[in-house]
């Protein structure tokens, strides 16, 4: 946070700013926290949620589907904001997640610099892996800000990932309701 914090008052005085001034003064340690605590927390594994699994005594066995998970994600091209909607489906075996572990998840691979292609594929991996189950499907859907704010400057488009795999993967009505619920 020291080493952030006086390199974006490098960054802020280069671009002719007044760092005295009351209100800016404090802006290299307001983005040093934002960074470490806030929007780049997922980088330190110490803050990966624990995760709690409870023993599938129901015997269900057909998909769970958590839609509409909201995230905020950061272009490591361009470390402006992604943010879009995640859907995560998968069919348990022995064990089932807790609901809001999912969130959680995505948060954490969400907050730090990255690339939606890879956010995808982390979160599939990590969901499979917990559950000890290869029947898994991830879409996002997100606005990413330097399409829109910057260089094309274009509003409104939108990119969608998926990846599906196992019996997510073999069935087309499962993989619809993960990618429809992204158009809403
Ligand atoms: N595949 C992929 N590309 C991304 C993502 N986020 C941003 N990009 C793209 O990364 C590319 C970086 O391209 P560069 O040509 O190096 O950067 P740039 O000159 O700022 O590009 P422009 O955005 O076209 O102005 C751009 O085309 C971005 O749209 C992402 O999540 N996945
Ligand atoms: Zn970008």
Redesign the pocket.
Known sequence: MKLIRKKFKDIIEILGFDITHDSIKDTPDRVAKMYVNEIFKGINPVNKPKVTVFKNEYGYHTPLMELNIPFTSF?E??FVP?QGKANIGYIPKDYVIGLSKIHRLVDFYARRP????RLTMQILQEISLILDTEDVGVVLKAN?S??SC???KNMGSS?LTSVFRGKMDNDPNLKAILLDKNYQ
């Open positions: 272009c091209h361009h992604i990255q690339v939606q292609e990413h330097c399409i910057r260089g094309v990119t």
